[in-house]
């Protein structure tokens, strides 16, 4: 439990108060770790810790640097400011849930794959999945009640590698790059919205084909911006 009147202490049990947000720290992979969860609960954790060099405090649950995580069957939920972040890693998530909070994930220079999930009710501006550097494989992924229900891709290179937007998805995009190696195909009913300054290089290929039922829309995000 939590020890309200000394903020670093965590002891015994609290029989008056209720868990919330950032009762406990979380799990950190360091490197070389692997790790696989299957059928867990995860609540109440991201109590701020330093992750040297750094000095200022950071909120995760879960950390994972440059380690092999495979996250199976598995509830996230109430956790603090970022329920898992990756970094360096490989990183599969299947059929798992994760709701309520800031984000739901953060992703830099990783191999993510997540499939037959959902993410509900997490707050941030950028939407529950932060994605830097590396595209994903997304399938089959819910969002419901998030600000706003899609994933933030910052700074994404597609490198020997062909990327799909899938059918009926939506993205928001503030930097992406196909390289001269790279393809990316976005199919039927996709929507990709754009913030402010927000860019889409074509150094490869770029194969849009929309419909005339299911058209692909190019979008500012929000409405009232320009890009």
């Known amino acids: 439990g939590r020890d309200t009147s000394v903020d670093n202490n965590l002891v015994g049990s609290w029989p008056n108060l209720s868990a919330s947000f ?25 109590k701020g810790f330093v992750v040297p060099p750094f ?24 956790n603090g400011q970022t329920a898992l972040f990756s970094k360096d890693t490989s990183t599969t998530i299947v059929r798992s849930q994760f709701s309520r909070g800031d984000r739901a994930l953060e992703s830099e220079n990783s191999v993510l794959h997540i499939s037959d999930s959902s993410f509900d009710s997490f707050t941030n501006s950028r939407g529950p999945l932060f994605i830097k550097d590396k595209w994903p494989l997304l399938q089959n992924i819910s969002y419901q009640n998030n600000t706003p229900n899609m994933p933030y891709l910052e700074g994404v290179n597609i490198v020997n590698q062909t990327a799909i937007m899938s059918e009926s998805e939506n993205y928001l995009v503030h930097a992406l790059k196909v390289s001269s190696t790279g393809v990316l195909y976005i199919q039927p009913d996709v929507s990709v919205y754009l913030p402010v300054f927000g860019i889409i290089e074509v150094g490869g290929s770029l194969q849009a084909l929309g419909t005339a039922q299911k058209p692909i829309n190019f979008l500012p995000y929000p409405a009232s911006v320009n890009w």
């Open 22 to 46: 950032r009762d406990w720290q979380g799990l950190w992979f360091k490197p070389g770790a692997d790790g696989m969860l299957s059928n867990i609960n995860f609540s109440f954790a991201g």
């Open 55 to 78: 000095a200022l405090p950071v909120s995760q649950a879960v950390r994972i640097d440059n380690a092999d995580v495979v996250i199976s069957d598995s509830i996230f939920t109430d």
